[in-house]
């Protein structure tokens, strides 16, 4: 490898334009942001939102207040809320978020939110771009977007805001999300239970967040915790980033969970 110190120069000149094009593509295709504030949070949305703002302001509001409603308490900290134009516009943003430069999200990924934000698609969009969620269906839109909200105050009191310094809980924090926002119904229930009858039951929590069933299985656990030991009990629960701290919290080991939990759903109407 022998390089003349011309050639060194026109590589270097080389490098530098080619940053400056990347800089310059970067900011023509990065969203032209506006924000507001809302007292819990900030919003961000981009012009081809403008007028759907004051209704998606609406359900930010009114699953901020659920959420505080279920929690008994205030969210500990401001958050913003970021209403992307479009599905690439999400991902850019998880790929810098998550130090995955070449993430792309699933067809039904359409938000994500932990302790300091919450990213969402357009509502609007969903319809034509989301094999699974549709902004038509009024009740499992708001539920989604309280689902993520929960996520943002359950991240505001755990050991690790965003998730990623954690062991063995993905069921807790996604269990936790998907009762509380009201999304574990009875459909859900019902699918568990048969789960259970057909002996097809994962045996160990770290497989609850798993398959097709992972919202049901997840859901239910964190629902018997809570009709089991409390509301209370079930929050105190809320700041441990390690399944083993959940488990000598409630006195329990896994495999006493997981049994009393069938023991629980099993006498369900």
Not at 14 to 23: E, P, Q, T, V, Y
Not at 91 to 113: K, Y
Not at 133 to 150: A, S
Request: a positive charge; proline letters at 3%; aromatic letters at 12%.
């Amino acid at each position: 490898n022998f390089t003349t110190p011309n050639m060194k120069n026109k590589v270097a000149l080389i490098i530098l334009l080619f940053s400056a094009l990347l800089s310059i593509c970067w900011k023509t295709l990065e969203p032209n942001w506006i924000n507001q504030q809302r007292g819990k949070y900030t919003l961000y949305y981009t012009p081809s939102d403008a007028k759907n703002i004051k209704i998606y302001s609406a359900m930010f509001n009114r699953s901020t207040h659920a959420v505080e409603k279920f929690c008994g308490t205030k969210l500990k900290q401001h958050f913003d809320i970021y209403v992307h134009p479009t599905r690439q516009s999400l991902d850019s943003t998880w790929q810098a978020d998550w130090s995955m430069p070449g993430f792309t999200s699933e067809c039904w990924m359409v938000a994500s939110g932990v302790a300091k934000k919450l990213d969402i698609i357009s509502p609007k969009l969903w319809d034509e771009i989301s094999c699974e969620h549709k902004y038509g269906n009024k009740t499992e839109t708001q539920q989604l977007i309280t689902h993520e909200i929960f996520h943002v105050f359950h991240g505001q009191v755990n050991k690790s805001s965003d998730f990623s310094d954690t062991d063995g809980i993905d069921w807790f924090v996604e269990g936790f999300a998907t009762y509380a926002s009201g999304q574990c119904n009875a459909d859900r229930i019902a699918m568990v239970k048969k789960a259970i009858s057909n002996k097809t039951c994962p045996n160990t929590l770290n497989d609850f967040w798993k398959g097709n069933l992972k919202y049901g299985l997840s859901g239910s656990v964190v629902m018997f915790i809570d009709k089991q030991y409390g509301r209370k009990k079930l929050l105190q629960l809320l700041p441990h980033n390690k399944k083993s701290k959940i488990l000598q919290s409630l006195q329990l080991t896994e495999d006493e969970l997981i049994a009393n939990w069938k023991q629980y759903l099993a006498g369900l109407p």
